[in-house]
């Protein structure tokens, strides 16, 4: 196979075009000193971009928090993605724990989002948990050649002065020749996921998530899917001190998902294992007609005083139009 290379690099200043926030002005995007840089390396089976190095820690910017400029980059041909990883680490290569990481976001600005209409659709992502995802086989999601691409990078504005931080985000894409079934992306969640609703926020809600009070709290928020989907592979999203995001069809009292992620005595978060992340190629429906609930729960120690803000999100990945065949509700994770 045919390999080749496409770098791009992006300086601080670009276009407020480039703007994934759906025309807001030049001022949502931040303004650093250093001349920080993104790069896109594209091959045929990857496409990684990196972003740094930056010294942290540095502050959050505009309706989607970056702590950088937005970075656009096209395709130089259709490419399916069917997985991803993230990294953080000093430029000498050293890792860093995962925390540093606030979030990466990629978005494709040439392809609406269902779930949250009027933006650009959320395709792939990390928090803290940076967990590595691969779809089940035969499945991905597709990037058109030209459809313009964004991503978007901060780091966490506690962390402690660090020099010359930087991350990564690969995408796996699919060999030319490999068939593949396209998904679509819907992204659901506790807290507020649509940007262009945080201002129905409730006061007790930011940026940072839910705020967590001491002891043990459950939060609930109804759902309408606003399509009929076949969720092949569920990317969970969390913060320190979680117990377990849930996702509930209250119409036909099922439970569909239920992600408990790793934690240390304190409550830090670690990671989702593996087992804890929902894949099948068999999948699971999700309906317009139906009623569906997310559940966040959360653990805050009495003692603790340190203020603590929690969500609870699920990245759906699925094809269109319920699962082909009924199917008995998937075994909770």
Not at 258 to 273: I, K, M, N, S, Y
Request: hydrophobic letters at 40%; glycine letters at 8%; charged letters at 15%.
């Amino acid at each position: 196979m045919m390999f080749w290379i496409l770098t791009i690099l992006v300086s601080l200043a670009f276009s407020p075009a480039a703007l994934a926030d759906g025309g807001h002005d030049s001022q949502a995007v931040p303004t650093l000193k250093n001349q920080t840089t993104t790069s896109a390396i594209i091959t045929d089976n990857t496409v990684t971009l990196t972003f740094g190095p930056i010294d942290l820690p540095t502050s959050h910017d505009g309706e989607l928090a970056a702590s950088m400029p937005k970075h656009q980059f096209q395709l130089p041909k259709d490419m399916y993605m069917i997985g991803y990883k993230s990294a953080v680490f000093t430029k000498d290569g050293r890792e860093l724990p995962r925390n540093y990481l606030h979030h990466i976001l990629m978005l494709n600005n040439d392809k609406p989002n269902v779930s949250c209409p009027g933006e650009p659709l959320f395709f792939a992502g990390a928090g803290l948990e940076m967990t590595e995802t691969h779809f089940p086989d035969g499945y991905g999601v597709k990037l058109a050649k030209g459809e313009h691409l964004m991503s978007i990078v901060a780091f966490y504005h506690k962390a402690p002065p660090t020099k010359d931080v930087m991350a990564t985000f690969t995408m796996y894409m699919a060999p030319a020749d490999k068939p593949v079934k396209e998904m679509d992306v819907y992204q659901v969640g506790v807290n507020v996921v649509c940007y262009s609703k945080f201002g129905q926020r409730g006061a007790d809600q930011t940026d940072e998530g839910i705020e967590i009070k001491p002891g043990v709290q459950v939060h609930r928020a109804p759902l309408k899917f606003l399509m009929d989907g076949c969720v092949k592979f569920a990317y969970p999203h969390g913060h320190d001190e979680l117990l377990m995001i849930a996702l509930e069809d209250t119409t036909n009292q099922q439970t569909l998902l239920r992600t408990v992620p790793d934690v240390d005595l304190t409550g830090a978060f670690r990671e989702f294992h593996p087992h804890q992340v929902y894949t099948s190629s068999s999948g699971f429906s999700v309906l317009q007609a139906n009623d569906y609930e997310m559940v966040m729960v959360h653990h805050h120690p009495l003692q603790s005083t340190a203020l603590q803000h929690g969500m609870g999100n699920y990245l759906l990945y699925m094809t269109p139009g319920a699962c082909p065949s009924p199917k008995t509700a998937p075994s909770p994770q």
